[in-house]
């Protein structure tokens, strides 16, 4: 899955079939705009799209594998590097236009050689494009020398990712940003593994302490697969088709507009989640591992993780260490999660401290300064139970696809992933407190009028949510969800289009070359 990001010469090389003929328009219009706002035509295009997330969910910032699947709806940046001439003494000049120039206004930046500077307390969409300039800046550093100066740029962008919406949006924006300054500035080839990391840990700098599960969507998809992601020991992605079932399955994204915008909410939900599930880590080394264990860093957004607990624990137990398999053993972590945190009421700094033996300043300083979080306890247990059984449910529901369903009629088999799909719902709601009763109202009103498995999808608290739907009862969910759901919202004609899309796997980003 390694290797280079393609580079397309037509759109078929990017879309599935069905999608070609309006995103055609979509890409003439952008072009078009270009030429009229910058006078010339671009050179290349930078693309990157959303995704949504199948199965493992709020794991993936505790390092284990989820099953995202690209999606159509992306962002796209048209850029030319010849147009600027006139950059200020010791910078270089970024213009960065929107085709919703009444959202999104144009900027003009002049960025001095030495740093990219992010105000990341102002919820400004060109920040996105920053964040990914900065990383790609860090790169291209690391390439050509500390003294690389990089080129000026015209851009203009093109975002139909909704945003807050749980499919990603803003890390399409970041990859797609991160591709377009690698090619600008002369890179043929854009190693995709060193675009992901780079968009993981840019996309940190716009104030979300995300894991890397959506910029690995972004960029490694193939057309017609889901990815199966794992983050350790180190980034890796494959594609992972689903087979043939009858009645044929399709996934379907509802939008239940509620704004979830992670930006704004990020010390009490996103953030605070970050914060519990690493001092539950810690916790638990404390208090089962021997006095004094480390655990040791990882790529975790703050550096320790269940996973590394897991991993410390049964490399040091000698009575647990028979235990091998991934199932058995995160079996046997949610028995030591159930014995060990045993407060569902939570966790004060103070006790959490006294176990992991540091004072409440220093327990502040390591876990809860870089992103401020506000709560007075901390649900370690149910937050920890979510994680392990998460985990596990991924491994059930990919062992499920490396089977081939028998017979001709598969409605068991798919009851087995929609069964999964639904105690992940579950267990969001209920341990991981991320749902909101929207996204409970469509996943009840899908279930009811056929689909196998309904759940949010991505962070939660609103956006999107996803459903596994046999093909001959796709308008019947619809319809329910028409006449139960949306009818009783004032949708915009724009809402009313993107409410509910049939999700095909689509490619991950792309290059394409303007003649
Ligand atoms: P969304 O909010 O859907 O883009 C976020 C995180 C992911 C992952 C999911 C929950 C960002 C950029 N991404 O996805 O890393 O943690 O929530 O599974 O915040
Ligand atoms: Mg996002």
């Not at 070609?20 to 078009?32: F, S």
């Not at 909704?162 to 890390?171: D, K, N, R, T, V």
């Not at 591709?179 to 600008?184: D, I, W």
């Not at 810690?282 to 040791?296: R, S």
Request: net charge negative; hydrophobic share 40%.
């Amino acid at each position: 899955m390694a290797g280079p990001v393609p580079v397309a010469t037509s759109l078929s090389d990017i879309y599935t079939v069905d999608a070609i003929a309006p995103q055609a328009k979509r890409w003439n219009n952008l072009l078009t705009k270009f030429k009229s706002t910058y006078g010339h035509q671009p050179e290349f295009v930078a693309r990157s799209p959303g995704r949504v997330n199948i199965i493992g969910e709020h794991i993936d910032y505790s390092l284990y594998s989820v099953l995202p699947m690209a999606i159509t709806a992306d962002a796209i940046l048209a850029v030319s590097t010849t147009g600027i001439s006139s950059a200020k003494e010791g910078s270089y000049k970024i213009k960065i236009a929107n085709v919703q120039d009444a959202k999104f206004p144009a900027h003009e930046f002049d960025i001095p050689y030495d740093a990219v500077e992010i105000d990341a307390t102002v919820h400004e969409w060109t920040n996105y494009f920053k964040s990914g300039l900065r990383g790609a800046l860090e790169l291209l550093r690391k390439k050509r020398g500390a003294d690389f100066r990089p080129k000026s740029m015209e851009i203009l962008m093109d975002g139909t990712v909704p945003a807050g919406g749980g499919l990603s949006s803003s890390a399409a924006f970041v990859s797609a940003s991160a591709l377009a300054v690698m090619v600008a500035n002369g890179e043929h080839t854009v190693d995709k593994t060193e675009l992901t990391e780079l968009a993981i840990v840019s996309e940190r700098a716009v104030g979300v302490n995300s894991g890397g599960m959506d910029q690995s969507a972004s960029v490694f998809s193939e057309r017609g697969s889901a990815l199966f992601v794992s983050f350790t020991p180190h980034l890796n992605a494959r594609p992972v088709s689903f087979p043939r079932t009858n009645p044929q399955l399709t996934f379907l994204i509802a939008q239940s507009f509620v704004t979830a915008d992670k930006f704004v909410t990020g010390p009490i939900h996103y953030n605070l989640r970050v914060v519990e599930c690493t001092l539950a880590a810690a916790y638990l080394n404390a208090a089962l591992n021997p006095p004094g264990t480390p655990l040791p860093a990882d790529a975790s957004p703050l550096s320790i993780s269940l996973h590394t607990f897991h991993e410390t624990y049964f490399a040091l137990s000698e009575q647990d260490s028979k235990i091998t398999s991934l199932p058995d053993q995160l079996n046997h972590l949610l028995t030591l999660v159930k014995s060990t945190l045993t407060k569902s009421e939570g966790y004060t700094r103070e006790e959490i401290a006294a176990v992991l033996n540091i004072s409440v300043d220093e327990l502040n300083s390591q876990f809860t300064s870089r992103f401020p979080v506000r709560a007075e306890r901390f649900k370690l247990r149910q937050r920890a139970l979510h994680v392990y059984s998460e985990a596990l449910r991924v491994f059930q529901f990919m062992a499920l696809l490396e089977k081939t369903p028998e017979g001709d009629d598969t409605s068991e088999y798919n009851a087995q992933l929609g069964n999964l799909l639904n105690a992940t719902q579950d267990s969001c709601r209920e341990e991981y407190e991320c749902s909101c009763p929207e996204i409970d109202q469509l996943c009840s009103i899908a279930r009811k009028a056929g689909s196998y498995g309904s759940r949010l999808t991505g962070a939660g608290w609103g956006g999107c949510s996803v459903h596994l739907v046999p093909a001959d009862k796709v308008s019947a969910v619809k319809e329910a969800w028409q006449k139960e759901y949306y009818s009783k919202l004032d949708l915009t004609e724009e809402q009313k289009e993107v409410a509910v899309v049939v999700s095909r796997p689509g490619s991950g980003s792309a290059v394409y070359k303007v003649e």
